[in-house]
C-alpha cells in the first residue's frame, strides 16, 4: 500500500539478532499506521499481564503514512508499550527532525523485545541494526549520552536517550530527543532502561511513494491559506504554547496550589509576556511547519543567566510553576533543564513536588518541603531519579506513593498518570477527557479545551458534550495514526483529513468510514486496559475534583460526570 513501506523490523535484545517482517495490506488499511499500528501490535504480541519492566514487555517505535512527505505538521513519530506508571496502555509522541530519519530506514515499525545482557545503544540505518556497547553512559545525563551516541553513528543521524530516571526504572522517566524534546508521558524511558537499552540513533534517507502527491500539494496550499488567515497562527509564532497562562488565569482554571486552585496570583512572573521581556527567545519549527511555536530561550539575568533551553512550554509552567507556587519563570527554566539531563517527565514531575509538599504540609511524611521551594525541588527531582530515600517511593508512581504515605484521595491521577494542566471543575469537558483518556488523566488525546476555551461549546455544559469530545477525539486519533501535530487541528478538519489519507494511501474513505476506524482504534486502547486489570471503575476523577470547590467556587459533581461517561461510552458503543 502506497504510503507505508509495509514493514516491521523486530529486534531481539536477548540474542541482538534483528529481523524484517511484513505487515498486511489489510492490517495497514485498518490501522492507518502510528497509532493504529502500534495499538494493534501491543494487542498481538505483548503478553496478557506482561509486567511493565519486564523483559517480556515489548516496546513499539512507530511513524505514519505522512511522515517523510511535505504536509504540514506531519515530523512526528510515536512510542507505545505498557505503562509503568499505569500498568495499562502507554503511548508517547514526539516531534522534531527524527521522524523522517525513522521512517527513513524503510519501515514502518520497529519492535524491541528482550533485554540485553549489558547496557547497550542501538545504531539504526538502511542496513539494519548495529549494537554497541553502552556502560561507559551508565549514569550519565541525557545531553552527554545523545552527544556520545550521535558521535558514533552515520552522520546526520538522530537519537533518542534516557537519563539516570530511565536506568534506574523510574515511572515518570522521560525518552530525550535532540536534547529538550521529550517523550515524556507513561514512564517510556524506564520500559528502554529495563531492557538495558541507553539509546537509539537511526539515519534513514529513504521516502516511500505516496498515492498522489498532487493531492497532497493542493492540501498543503489548503492548511496554509487557513493558517495564514487564523489569528493563532501569530499567537504560536510569537507567544509559542506559554500564551495559556494567561488565558487559563483569565478563566480561573490554571492548576495552582497542588490543584486547590484555579488562579496563580503571581502568574505574570511565569507567562508567555514575562518570557518575552526577560528571556532571549527564538522561534525554532519542526519542518515542515509555519507554527514555529517552540522557544529557543536563554535567560538573561538570576543565578541561572547563561541557561540556553528550549521552552519551557506550558505544561511544564504549570506542572512545575503553578502546581508548586514558583513564581520565577527562571527556576522553572531551571528545573525544566534539571529534568530533561536526568530523563523525568515535567508534568509528573511538577505534580509529584505537589504532592510531597501537601503531604509535608499534614505531617505524613518527614521530608520538608513548602510551595516555592526551586532548591527542594531540585533536590527531590535527583532523590526521584537516584532512587534515594523518599525518592524510592516516587519513582514507582503516584498511585504507590499515596498508600505509602497513607494520602489515599489526596493523590490527583487517573489511572496512575497525572493531569494535564486544565482544571476540568471550570472546563468540564476536560473532565470528561481525563477521565476516559486510555493512557491516564490526558489532556492530548482530544485536546477538548480547545473548544471549551474558544466558545466552541459552553465549558460548564454537561449534557450532550460527550458528542463534540468525540468529534475532537477521533480527529485527535486519526493524527496519531498519520502521525500529525495537534496543532493543525484548526487547520486540518474532516475534508483535510479524507484528502491526506487518499493522498498518501490512495484508500478513499468517507467521513463516516473514518470516524468508525478511529472509533475503533479508541475501543481497543480501551480494551487493552480491560485486558491488563484496568475496567471502567478506573473511568473516573480524583476525590478532590468530585467533592472539593476550587478556592475560586468551581465545582464537578460525580453525578455531572457520570451523564458526560454515560454519554460518551452509548456513543462509542454505536458508532
Same mark, same amino acid.
Request: net charge neutral; charged share 25%.
Given at each position: 500500500?502506497?504510503?507505508? @513501506?509495509?514493514?516491521?523490523?523486530?529486534?531481539?535484545?536477548?540474542?541482538?539478532?534483528?529481523?524484517?517482517?511484513?505487515?498486511?495490506?489489510?492490517?495497514?488499511?485498518?490501522?492507518?499506521?502510528?497509532?493504529?499500528?502500534?495499538?494493534?501490535?501491543?494487542?498481538?504480541?505483548?503478553?496478557?499481564?506482561?509486567?511493565?519492566?519486564?523483559?517480556?514487555?515489548?516496546?513499539?517505535?512507530?511513524?505514519?503514512?505522512?511522515?517523510?512527505?511535505?504536509?504540514?505538521?506531519?515530523?512526528?513519530?510515536?512510542?507505545?508499550?505498557?505503562?509503568?506508571?499505569?500498568?495499562?496502555?502507554?503511548?508517547?509522541?514526539?516531534?522534531?527532525?527524527?521522524?523522517?530519519?525513522?521512517?527513513?530506514?524503510?519501515?514502518?515499525?520497529?519492535?524491541?523485545?528482550?533485554?540485553?545482557?549489558?547496557?547497550?545503544?542501538?545504531?539504526?540505518?538502511?542496513?539494519?541494526?548495529?549494537?554497541?556497547?553502552?556502560?561507559?553512559?551508565?549514569?550519565?545525563?541525557?545531553?552527554?549520552?545523545?552527544?556520545?551516541?550521535?558521535?558514533?553513528?552515520?552522520?546526520?543521524?538522530?537519537?533518542?536517550?534516557?537519563?539516570?530516571?530511565?536506568?534506574?526504572?523510574?515511572?515518570?522517566?522521560?525518552?530525550?530527543?535532540?536534547? @529538550?524534546?521529550?517523550?515524556?508521558?507513561?514512564?517510556?524511558?524506564?520500559?528502554?532502561?529495563?531492557?538495558?537499552?541507553?539509546?537509539?540513533?537511526?539515519?534513514?534517507?529513504?521516502?516511500?511513494?505516496?498515492?498522489?502527491?498532487?493531492?497532497?500539494?493542493?492540501?498543503?496550499?489548503?492548511?496554509?491559506?487557513?493558517?495564514?488567515?487564523?489569528?493563532?497562527?501569530?499567537?504560536?509564532?510569537?507567544?509559542?504554547?506559554?500564551?495559556?497562562?494567561?488565558?487559563?488565569?483569565?478563566?480561573?482554571?490554571?492548576?495552582?496550589?497542588?490543584?486547590?486552585?484555579?488562579? $496563580?496570583?503571581?502568574?505574570?512572573?511565569?507567562?508567555?509576556?514575562?518570557?518575552?521581556?526577560?528571556?532571549?527567545?527564538?522561534?525554532?519549527?519542526?519542518?515542515?511547519?509555519?507554527?514555529?511555536?517552540?522557544?529557543?530561550?536563554?535567560?538573561?539575568?538570576?543565578?541561572?543567566?547563561?541557561?540556553?533551553?528550549?521552552?519551557?512550554?506550558?505544561?511544564?509552567?504549570?506542572?512545575?510553576?503553578?502546581?508548586?507556587?514558583?513564581?520565577?519563570?527562571?527556576?522553572?527554566? @531551571?528545573?525544566?533543564?534539571?529534568?530533561?539531563?536526568?530523563?523525568?517527565?515535567?508534568?509528573?514531575?511538577?505534580?509529584?513536588?505537589? $504532592?510531597?509538599?501537601?503531604?509535608?504540609?499534614?505531617?505524613?511524611?518527614?521530608?520538608?518541603?513548602?510551595?516555592?521551594?526551586?532548591?527542594?525541588?531540585?533536590?527531590?527531582?535527583?532523590?526521584?531519579?537516584?532512587?534515594?530515600?523518599?525518592?524510592?517511593?516516587?519513582?514507582?508512581?503516584?498511585?504507590?506513593?499515596?498508600?505509602?504515605?497513607?494520602?489515599?484521595?489526596?493523590?490527583?491521577?487517573?489511572?496512575?498518570?497525572?493531569?494535564?494542566?486544565?482544571?476540568?471543575?471550570?472546563?468540564?469537558?476536560?473532565?470528561?477527557? =481525563?477521565?476516559?483518556?486510555?493512557?491516564?488523566?490526558?489532556?492530548?488525546?482530544?485536546? =477538548?479545551?480547545?473548544?471549551?476555551?474558544?466558545?466552541?461549546?459552553?465549558?460548564?455544559?454537561?449534557?450532550?458534550?460527550?458528542?463534540?469530545?468525540?468529534?475532537?477525539?477521533?480527529?485527535?486519533?486519526?493524527?496519531?495514526?498519520?502521525?500529525?501535530?495537534?496543532?493543525?487541528?484548526? $487547520?486540518?478538519? @474532516?475534508?483535510?483529513?479524507?484528502?491526506?489519507?487518499?493522498?498518501?494511501?490512495?484508500?478513499?474513505?468517507?467521513?463516516?468510514?473514518?470516524?468508525?476506524?478511529?472509533?475503533?482504534?479508541?475501543?481497543?486502547?480501551?480494551?487493552?486496559?480491560?485486558?491488563?486489570?484496568?475496567?471502567?471503575?478506573?473511568?473516573?476523577?480524583?476525590?478532590?475534583?468530585?467533592?472539593?470547590?476550587?478556592?475560586?467556587?468551581?465545582?464537578?459533581?460525580?453525578?455531572?460526570?457520570?451523564?458526560?461517561?454515560?454519554?460518551?461510552?452509548?456513543?462509542?458503543?454505536?458508532?
Amino acid at each position: 500500500m502506497k504510503g507505508f @513501506w509495509g514493514k516491521l523490523l523486530v529486534i531481539n535484545l536477548d540474542d541482538q539478532k534483528c529481523h524484517y517482517e511484513t505487515i498486511s495490506d489489510e492490517v495497514l488499511k485498518n490501522s492507518l499506521g502510528g497509532k493504529g499500528l502500534g495499538i494493534h501490535l501491543l494487542m498481538e504480541r505483548n503478553p496478557v499481564g506482561v509486567d511493565p519492566l519486564s523483559s517480556d514487555n515489548i516496546f513499539v517505535i512507530a511513524t505514519g503514512p505522512a511522515t517523510t512527505t511535505n504536509v504540514w505538521g506531519r515530523n512526528r513519530f510515536a512510542v507505545f508499550s505498557k505503562s509503568p506508571a499505569t500498568g495499562g496502555y502507554g503511548e508517547s509522541y514526539c516531534g522534531g527532525n527524527l521522524a523522517p530519519k525513522i521512517k527513513g530506514c524503510g519501515f514502518d515499525a520497529v519492535i524491541l523485545k528482550g533485554k540485553a545482557s549489558a547496557l547497550v545503544y542501538l545504531v539504526i540505518d538502511e542496513n539494519g541494526v548495529q549494537f554497541k556497547d553502552a556502560r561507559m553512559l551508565r549514569g550519565k545525563m541525557t545531553d552527554e549520552a545523545e552527544d556520545h551516541i550521535l558521535e558514533n553513528s552515520p552522520k546526520g543521524a538522530g537519537s533518542m536517550v534516557i537519563g539516570p530516571a530511565g536506568e534506574n526504572l523510574v515511572a515518570c522517566s522521560a525518552i530525550k530527543v535532540e536534547r @529538550w524534546r521529550s517523550l515524556g508521558r507513561g514512564g517510556m524511558g524506564a520500559v528502554l532502561g529495563a531492557k538495558n537499552v541507553k539509546g537509539i540513533s537511526f539515519s534513514g534517507t529513504k521516502k516511500n511513494e505516496v498515492h498522489d502527491s498532487g493531492l497532497l500539494k493542493k492540501l498543503g496550499k489548503i492548511i496554509l491559506e487557513k493558517g495564514q488567515q487564523s489569528p493563532v497562527t501569530e499567537k504560536y509564532q510569537t507567544l509559542g504554547t506559554p500564551m495559556q497562562v494567561e488565558v487559563l488565569n483569565t478563566r480561573k482554571a490554571f492548576p495552582t496550589r497542588y490543584w486547590h486552585k484555579g488562579y $496563580f496570583e503571581k502568574w505574570k512572573n511565569i507567562s508567555s509576556i514575562y518570557m518575552q521581556e526577560n528571556f532571549e527567545i527564538k522561534s525554532v519549527a519542526c519542518p515542515p511547519c509555519f507554527l514555529r511555536c517552540t522557544k529557543r530561550s536563554k535567560l538573561k539575568k538570576g543565578r541561572h543567566a547563561g541557561l540556553e533551553i528550549e521552552g519551557p512550554e506550558f505544561e511544564t509552567i504549570y506542572a512545575i510553576g503553578g502546581l508548586n507556587e514558583l513564581d520565577s519563570l527562571e527556576e522553572v527554566a @531551571w528545573l525544566n533543564d534539571l529534568c530533561d539531563k536526568l530523563g523525568i517527565d515535567t508534568m509528573s514531575a511538577g505534580n509529584l513536588a505537589g $504532592f510531597v509538599t501537601e503531604a509535608s504540609l499534614a505531617g505524613k511524611i518527614d521530608f520538608k518541603m513548602g510551595y516555592n521551594e526551586p532548591d527542594t525541588m531540585a533536590k527531590l527531582f535527583k532523590m526521584i531519579a537516584k532512587r534515594e530515600g523518599i525518592g524510592d517511593i516516587l519513582a514507582r508512581g503516584i498511585k504507590v506513593a499515596e498508600k505509602e504515605f497513607d494520602m489515599q484521595g489526596k493523590a490527583i491521577h487517573v489511572k496512575g498518570l497525572e493531569p494535564g494542566g486544565f482544571e476540568p471543575r471550570v472546563l468540564k469537558g476536560m473532565g470528561l477527557s =481525563f477521565a476516559t483518556s486510555p493512557r491516564g488523566a490526558c489532556h492530548l488525546r482530544g485536546t =477538548f479545551y480547545k473548544a471549551e476555551l474558544s466558545g466552541q461549546i459552553d465549558p460548564g455544559q454537561i449534557k450532550g458534550k460527550a458528542k463534540l469530545h468525540i468529534d475532537y477525539e477521533d480527529r485527535a486519533t486519526l493524527f496519531d495514526c498519520m502521525i500529525l501535530c495537534r496543532f493543525y487541528r484548526d $487547520f486540518i478538519l @474532516w475534508d483535510e483529513l479524507r484528502m491526506l489519507v487518499e493522498g498518501t494511501t490512495g484508500l478513499k474513505f468517507t467521513k463516516e468510514e473514518l470516524e468508525v476506524v478511529a472509533n475503533k482504534i479508541t475501543n481497543q486502547t480501551r480494551e487493552y486496559n480491560v485486558r491488563e486489570g484496568l475496567g471502567s471503575e478506573t473511568d473516573t476523577l480524583p476525590e478532590r475534583f468530585l467533592k472539593e470547590a476550587t478556592e475560586e467556587g468551581a465545582t464537578l459533581s460525580e453525578s455531572d460526570l457520570k451523564i458526560m461517561i454515560g454519554e460518551y461510552n452509548q456513543i462509542r458503543k454505536n458508532l
